[in-house]
């Protein structure tokens, strides 16, 4: 019989501290059972929580021990074409009018920051394949996620019927195959432009690549302050001249310090390097 461990106050605090002095993300106490059933066996291993945590802490932050830290604190549900008023604003304002910017002989640059499982990183390339930027330069899309199981989901891409209940019959014809087991795999013509990485907001770098377009969704407000006004800090470095950076509606206040300009689309508000 297994031996039982659990998951007190003083080790979950720790645990918490770890992951937000590393990624900015908060772990409130509504998390603790997820933690404690979905970390249990390696506690058992490790002998104690604690044991744990210190295997957790003594490896870097882009180490397999502690994805698995951040893949048993995080959930990460989504699914395709969620917030249908955003995604009219990237296709119908944004992207016309970064395509003007960049002319037809460029890619369009795209980062979905906190894609999570792989579907807004994918949706927004569906929404390009339909306007057909890929005829006028390309596009690149990268997704990614501080959560390594995430990621390594989202590189499969495949998803049950649940993940697709805002997706057309039409739009499953067209970037989805069915599988044998019911699920349904995103077609390589949609793969193909999108790169994706695990790897938290804290640790990009704000002289990395530059975006048209950078997308993150109800992501910051995960965050504590100081690492809310870091990623705000860093999609502004990270954007193009006339780039747009599209935010949820619970990540007002952290866009209320952006040096962005704020854009009131027809769809969407968006905010402007």
Same mark, same amino acid.
Not at 226 to 243: V, Y
């Given at each position: 019989?297994?031996?039982?461990?659990?998951?007190?106050?003083?080790?979950?605090?720790?645990?918490?501290?770890?992951?937000?002095?590393?990624?900015?993300?908060?772990?409130?106490?509504?998390?603790? %059972?997820?933690?404690?059933?979905?970390?249990?066996?390696?506690?058992?291993?490790?002998?104690?929580?604690?044991?744990?945590?210190?295997?957790?802490?003594?490896?870097?932050?882009?180490?397999?021990?502690?994805?698995?830290?951040?893949?048993?604190?995080?959930?990460?549900?989504?699914?395709?074409?969620?917030?249908?008023?955003?995604?009219?604003?990237?296709?119908?304002?944004?992207? %016309?009018?970064?395509?003007?910017?960049?002319?037809?002989?460029? #890619?369009?640059?795209?980062?979905?920051?906190?894609?999570?499982?792989?579907?807004?990183?994918?949706? /927004?390339?569906?929404?390009?394949?339909?306007?057909?930027?890929?005829?006028?330069?390309?596009?690149?899309?990268?997704?990614?996620? #501080?959560?390594?199981?995430?990621?390594?989901?989202?590189?499969?891409?495949?998803?049950?019927?649940?993940?697709?209940?805002?997706?057309?019959?039409?739009?499953?014809?067209?970037?989805?195959?069915?599988? %044998?087991?019911?699920?349904?795999?995103?077609?390589?013509?949609?793969?193909?432009?999108?790169?994706?990485? #695990?790897?938290?907001?804290?640790?990009?770098?704000?002289?990395?690549?530059?975006?048209?377009?950078?997308?993150?969704?109800?992501?910051?407000?995960?965050?504590?302050?100081?690492?809310?006004?870091?990623?705000?800090?860093?999609?502004?470095?990270?954007?193009?001249?006339?780039?747009? /950076?599209?935010?949820?509606?619970?990540?007002?206040?952290?866009?209320?310090?952006?040096?962005?300009?704020?854009?009131?689309?027809?769809?969407?508000?968006?905010?402007?390097?």
């Amino acid at each position: 019989m297994a031996r039982a461990v659990s998951l007190g106050d003083p080790v979950f605090g720790l645990l918490s501290e770890l992951v937000r002095k590393r990624t900015g993300l908060v772990i409130d106490e509504s998390r603790r %059972p997820r933690l404690e059933s979905r970390l249990a066996a390696d506690a058992r291993a490790a002998g104690s929580f604690y044991e744990l945590y210190v295997r957790f802490r003594e490896g870097s932050p882009e180490s397999s021990e502690f994805g698995r830290l951040l893949d048993a604190a995080v959930n990460g549900e989504t699914y395709f074409f969620r917030d249908a008023a955003g995604l009219l604003a990237f296709s119908e304002e944004i992207v %016309p009018e970064r395509r003007l910017a960049v002319g037809t002989g460029e #890619a369009l640059d795209v980062w979905s920051a906190g894609c999570a499982t792989g579907e807004e990183a994918y949706t /927004l390339a569906m929404v390009l394949a339909e306007k057909g930027a890929a005829l006028f330069g390309g596009v690149r899309i990268r997704g990614s996620d #501080a959560s390594p199981a995430f990621i390594r989901k989202a590189r499969v891409a495949r998803y049950g019927v649940h993940s697709l209940r805002e997706t057309s019959p039409e739009r499953r014809e067209r970037f989805f195959r069915l599988l %044998p087991d019911g699920s349904l795999e995103v077609k390589d013509e949609i793969r193909s432009s999108v790169q994706l990485e #695990a790897r938290p907001l804290a640790l990009e770098k704000p002289d990395g690549p530059a975006f048209d377009v950078i997308v993150c969704r109800n992501v910051l407000i995960y965050l504590d302050r100081e690492a809310r006004d870091g990623a705000i800090a860093l999609f502004s470095s990270r954007l193009k001249p006339g780039g747009y /950076l599209l935010l949820g509606p619970s990540d007002v206040l952290a866009a209320s310090l952006t040096p962005l300009t704020m854009v009131r689309l027809s769809h969407d508000v968006a905010y402007r390097k």
